[in-house]
């Protein structure tokens, strides 16, 4: 599957952003779907992940209450909604799949085989 994440921008503190991840193919439902970012001098980190049937869905702590991960398996899309953006959100973000079996929703990077080109995300405070 190939991946193509958009959305990015700048924005203020206290404001919105939202992303979207199309991916290529006809097995997307098959697929959990991760978002990750990584912002400068630092390693890329785990933000959210959602399962295969939107049953199961997960959040960094730093971003729960915040940011929202869906995904509408129709338009082989996942969204990243991110509200009451802060500084340290400032990062390139960046979307992984990973066809998995049942509940299964990865959220370590190492797990995830396919990945998007990343987009970039600035919070101005």
């Known amino acids: 599957v190939q991946l193509q994440a958009s959305g990015g921008g700048l924005v203020q503190a206290g404001g919105s952003l939202s992303l979207s991840c199309k991916a290529s193919g006809r097995t997307f439902s098959r697929y959990s779907l991760g978002w990750f970012r990584q912002a400068p001098g630092k390693e890329r980190e785990f933000v959210s992940a959602?399962?295969?049937?939107?049953?199961?869905?997960y959040y960094q702590d730093s971003v729960k209450g915040r940011f929202t991960i869906s995904r509408d398996n129709a338009k082989n899309t996942v969204y990243l909604q991110m509200n009451n953006l802060k500084p340290e959100d400032t990062a390139v973000y960046y979307c992984a799949a990973k066809e998995t079996i049942m509940t299964y929703t990865p959220t370590t990077e190492h797990d995830y085989p396919n990945w998007g080109q990343g987009t970039l995300v600035t919070v101005s405070s």
């Open positions: 959602i399962g295969r049937w939107s049953s199961s869905t």
